[in-house]
């Protein structure tokens, strides 16, 4: 228990980067999570605006095991289901071990404004228990994203995660993470996409991201990625079946080691 309790106080500035937010999804994962202006179930989980296109029900199982310790493993879920105006969501998720772990269950509606232009607003109940000791919070925040198509392929994404800054505790006035990220995305070929990101946590430095997606064949996909403050190298694949996708991929930190993820999407066929 000793052991457990040391390792809790090691990892808590680790956690705190991304206190509330915690990306999902293999294909996110694999290239950086740059992936703001991605339009696909995942979305949910990067910017709920890029949800608005979807046009048939979607839905998704993530999971990450961070530094491949089993007490900073991260499990997601995303559902995403088109109505005749807009799309509605639904996803949960939930980080860490017994002494520190994080939930957070929300849902969300995702709407084109116009042809170019896409939003999406999404509400969460989350919280954070820290030991038997300590107890735990529960605060409710919000997100709220845009998404804009500039040409056919090239996208540009801007979301603000807990915009009315949700306090956890008076003490040291202790808030959820308020996350700000832009970024675009530029398919330069059928075969190839690009991505990038700005990302800012208002107390941590500012981030940069970067992906690249090569489809090598049909239904088959290759990613990598960077990232900085701290730098990881992330990579991965993904297999695209009828109605199924399933994505794997790793992030690699030099100090830490290696980051493995995994998610399975489906895809309702309309036909």
């Avoid at 390792?7 to 990306?23: A, E």
């Avoid at 969460?124 to 529960?138: A, C, E, F, M, V």
Wanted: aromatic share 14%; with cysteine.
């Amino acid at each position: 228990m000793l052991l457990r309790t040391l390792l809790l106080f090691l990892i808590c500035p680790l956690i705190s980067l991304s206190q509330g937010w915690v990306p999902m999804g293999g294909r996110s994962n694999s290239m950086a999570n740059a992936s703001v202006a991605f339009e696909d179930v995942w979305a949910y989980h990067h910017n709920p605006a890029g949800l608005a296109s979807l046009k048939s029900f979607s839905a998704g199982l993530s999971y990450e095991n961070r530094f491949l310790l089993k007490e900073l493993q991260s499990q997601g879920l995303t559902v995403a289901l088109p109505l005749k105006t807009g799309v509605l969501s639904f996803g949960a998720q939930l980080y860490g071990f017994e002494l520190y772990r994080t939930q957070k269950v929300g849902a969300g509606y995702s709407i084109k404004l116009s042809e170019k232009f896409s939003a999406g607003v999404q509400l969460n109940y989350q919280g954070i228990r820290l030991t038997d000791n300590y107890g735990s919070k529960h605060s409710a925040t919000a997100e709220l994203g845009i998404l804009g198509d500039i040409t056919e392929n090239w996208k540009i994404g801007v979301s603000v995660f807990n915009l009315g800054r949700a306090k956890l505790a008076d003490f040291a006035d202790d808030r959820f993470t308020t996350l700000m990220r832009l970024g675009t995305s530029y398919k330069v070929s059928d075969k190839v996409l690009f991505s990038a990101e700005a990302e800012k946590n208002i107390e941590y430095p500012l981030r940069f991201k970067a992906g690249m997606e090569y489809q090598a064949v049909k239904n088959f996909f290759f990613r990598f990625g960077a990232a900085t403050a701290p730098v990881e190298i992330t990579f991965g694949f993904g297999y695209k079946f009828k109605t199924f996708q399933l994505d794997l991929g790793s992030a690699y930190h030099q100090r830490l080691g290696w980051s493995p993820n995994v998610s399975l999407t489906y895809q309702l066929d309309k036909n």
